[in-house]
């Protein structure tokens, strides 16, 4: 399937994912609550958002996830979307460490959200340190791969040297016709 078909999948997932969010009848205690100190404030309810809500999250965290790394792909030169290689191991390994990233931070708040304590994973609440370590650290394997690949599989030096040669041709029809066009 084309780059192009999947980005169309991805948009139309999120926007499936987003239409059940919006159609599910909001849960008791789903919303702020006037805060006891400053009453110009709200607090988070204690009701904890039902499961459903949180699946949503997730799901539509994994389609963002699908949907920017289809858009990377696009960058991708055409020969070399075709192959196998180093390039799609690193766009794996990148996408499963991002989506793997996403899901132990939607655990971790689960977790914390319907027990009585906070889990801490290293300085910080569980979540916080998936998403600090996590989502943040994760988009830097593709940043590897851009840099590794980029002679390779972004703009092959057969690709740059007719690129130079469309510049040449440009420029010199364009220098060409204002010559022709200056009647002194």
Known sequence: ???????????????????????????????GVPHDGHAAMLKGSPTPPPDRILLLGWLFGLTQI?????????????????GRGSLWFLFGVGTLAYAGSLTMMSIANRT??????????????AATSWMLFGMWSAPLLFVLAYLVGFDRWIIPPESLARFEELVAANQSSSSASEQSADPD
């Open 66 to 82: 699908g949907f920017f790394v289809t858009c990377m792909s696009l960058g991708i030169s055409h020969s070399i979307r075709q």
């Open 112 to 125: 914390a959200i319907r027990s009585e304590h906070f889990s801490f994973l290293g300085w910080f609440p």
């Open 1 to 31: 399937m084309s780059a192009e078909r999947w980005l169309l999948f991805w948009l139309l997932l999120m926007c499936l994912v987003i239409g059940v969010a919006l159609t599910t009848p909001e849960p008791a205690g789903g919303h």
